[in-house]
């Protein structure tokens, strides 16, 4: 089977995955009868278990087909943890412990995976994968989260045996992934050896700026839920309305992305999709309509592929220049999932001391003042650069 291949069909596989488990695990969750402050801690202890994974376990592994594997085996085992706890008496513990353990294993391979297709993927390829990734997730997103949301909703008497059933769906598309990846990874044995490691050393402005800007985008997820659940208690049928006008956007603007990114670069890219993506959380929670909501979600699903496209862009253009790799994807994961779980623990405290839409107004203000903070960050990696240029012109004369 060619690389290429391989790779296209994990990406349909783990969107299959992404939306037979995660679109609706939220919803779940809320549905279960999870407080305020449950589903915050749900947006924010997988990011939270994933930042502390990738600082102090992800680096030290070997980029072997063994690691790879024997985390995606424990992954699964999470998986189908969560898939049945759902049936438990009182299953959000459960729940929120086994995706813990899902967030620890599934940074390994998160890790892992970009460092072995830039073993078989020349640099050139990248934008045009990932766009490419990017469509087929939306074209599945768009297609799975109508039929599963109609079927849950046809399925309700029988809740929450059909949500089990949904994300058990997920579990077998995540599993042939993951072998189809695997495949690529190099063969040899390498020993493991676990020590005491410093994180954050291959960090740079540029990247704690990224991840100021997640803590932003992070904020608003939970309080998404509780809004349209809680709040307006919309169906999920009506839900997977959102998903599907954000893919039809989204794959609407992924050829334009591309061409931006190789025009404009990514960072700018990146800046773009920020500004709209706070921009239409401004009027949150003071609207009902549906048809309204389903617009804004559109634009803030079509931003954030933007952003997702020009994030993993910028990750590969900066790990050229870092010597050892494993620890800078690491580094740069463990700040995005770092960000997102303080920014979800931070909805929960917003909105214990404002109203619903004082915290999307305040969330918005949060991300423009943190994008406009770009040049800053800018001109400290600029001089930065300059100094170890500088270093190494010294160097030479020596």
């Not at 488990?21 to 402050?37: C, E, H, K, N, Y």
């Not at 390994?108 to 970009?114: C, E, K, R, Y």
């Not at 404002?354 to 990696?381: E, K, M, N, Q, S």
Request: net charge positive; aromatic share 10%.
């Amino acid at each position: 089977m060619k690389i290429s291949t391989r790779i296209y069909l994990d990406a349909g596989l783990q969107n299959i995955k992404s939306v037979a488990f995660f679109t609706f695990l939220p919803v779940l969750i809320a549905r279960l009868g999870a407080s305020d402050f449950q589903i915050a801690l749900s947006n924010s202890l997988p990011p939270l278990f994933c930042a502390l994974s990738l600082a102090f376990l992800t680096r030290q592994l070997p980029v072997t087909r063994g690691v790879y594997l024997t985390s995606g085996y424990v992954r699964q085992f999470a998986f189908l943890s969560m898939a049945l706890s759902v049936m438990l008496p009182h299953p959000i513990p459960y729940l929120l412990f086994f995706w813990s353990i899902n967030a620890v294993s599934v940074m390994i391979t998160g890790a892992q995976q970009p460092a072995i297709m830039r073993r078989v993927v020349p640099h050139e390829d990248f934008p045009r994968m990932f766009s490419t990734n990017k469509l087929i997730g939306i074209v599945i997103l768009v297609a799975g989260s109508y039929g599963i949301g109609h079927a849950l909703d046809a399925t309700q008497r029988f809740f929450p045996m059909n949500y089990s059933v949904s994300m058990l769906v997920g579990c077998l598309a995540t599993f042939t992934g993951m072998n189809l990846i695997a495949a690529l990874a190099p063969h040899e044995k390498k020993p493991v050896r676990l020590h005491l490691v410093r994180p954050f050393r291959e960090c740079n402005r540029r990247m704690w700026w990224m991840a100021l800007n997640n803590i932003g985008i992070a904020m608003a997820a939970p309080l998404f839920t509780i809004y349209h659940v809680n709040r307006l208690g919309l169906t999920n049928t009506q839900i997977a309305y959102f998903v599907i006008a954000s893919g039809i956007v989204s794959a609407l603007l992924m050829p334009f992305t591309r061409r931006a990114i190789e025009r404009f670069g990514a960072i700018r890219v990146y800046g773009l999709a920020l500004l709209g993506m706070a921009l239409a959380i401004l009027p949150y929670g003071r609207i009902s309509s549906f048809s309204l909501l389903v617009l804004l979600q559109a634009w803030l699903g079509g931003s954030a592929a933007v952003a997702e496209v020009a994030t993993n862009s910028v990750m590969m253009e900066e790990a050229e220049k870092h010597k050892k790799e494993m620890d800078f994807f690491s580094d740069f994961q463990l700040l995005m999932n770092g960000g997102n779980a303080i920014g979800a623990l931070l909805s929960g405290a917003l909105l214990s001391m404002l109203p619903i839409w004082g915290c999307f107004l305040a969330i918005a203000a949060i991300r423009i003042g943190v994008l406009c903070a770009y040049r800053l960050t800018l001109t400290g990696d600029h001089e930065k650069t300059a100094l170890s240029q500088e270093a190494r012109v010294a160097a030479h004369r020596i």
